[in-house]
């Protein structure tokens, strides 16, 4: 089940997948409410839960993904990922990750990052060995480029 698929799921189409999963009072929920409730039963069933979107890195060390249908601020579906993550695969800010997600538990108001399987689309180990863009040495033109048409 992937995270990213539910959200661009209806109201309607979450409850019927609600009741196929036999989530009680689904009738009643809205719809973020919907989404964790459907999120836990596919755990319970040992299902895995896919998740993706763009890291921010906060101060504090460890980053949320942020998601495009919030315009990328705090939203209620932000993935957290933990500072180990981060400096493990050598994650920045404006990344697009993809991975292996888990439900909040007890006291946890997030969803958390299990494994990390993309990171910008590739392999995680290709971003590495990434050069940061402040250190690449810049290719001026060695022509002149036309822009304009005859007309």
Same mark, same amino acid.
């Given at each position: 089940?992937?995270?990213? =698929?539910?959200?661009?799921?209806?109201?309607a189409e979450l409850t019927q997948l609600a009741k196929e999963f036999r989530i009680e009072?689904?009738?009643?929920?809205?719809?973020?409410?919907?989404?964790f409730a459907l999120?836990?039963?596919?755990? =319970?069933?040992?299902?895995?839960?896919?998740? =993706?979107g763009?890291? =921010?890195i906060l101060p504090d060390g460890f980053g949320f993904l942020r998601a495009p249908?919030?315009?990328?601020?705090p939203g209620p579906d932000d993935i957290y990922i933990s500072?180990?993550?981060?400096?493990?695969?050598?994650?920045?800010?404006g990344?697009?990750?993809s991975g292996q997600i888990r439900p909040p538990k007890d006291s946890e108001r997030y969803f958390a990052l299990l494994k990390v399987e993309a990171v910008n689309f590739e392999d995680p180990e290709k971003s590495r060995d990434k050069i940061l863009f402040d250190?690449?040495?810049?290719?001026?033109?060695?022509?002149?480029?036309?822009l304009e048409r005859g007309a």
């Amino acid at each position: 089940m992937n995270l990213v =698929e539910l959200k661009a799921k209806k109201v309607a189409e979450l409850t019927q997948l609600a009741k196929e999963f036999r989530i009680e009072g689904s009738s009643g929920m809205r719809k973020q409410e919907l989404m964790f409730a459907l999120l836990q039963a596919q755990t =319970e069933k040992n299902g895995l839960i896919y998740g =993706e979107g763009v890291l =921010e890195i906060l101060p504090d060390g460890f980053g949320f993904l942020r998601a495009p249908d919030y315009s990328y601020l705090p939203g209620p579906d932000d993935i957290y990922i933990s500072p180990s993550q981060i400096r493990r695969f050598s994650l920045r800010t404006g990344d697009t990750v993809s991975g292996q997600i888990r439900p909040p538990k007890d006291s946890e108001r997030y969803f958390a990052l299990l494994k990390v399987e993309a990171v910008n689309f590739e392999d995680p180990e290709k971003s590495r060995d990434k050069i940061l863009f402040d250190n690449l040495t810049p290719l001026y033109p060695e022509r002149k480029i036309l822009l304009e048409r005859g007309a």
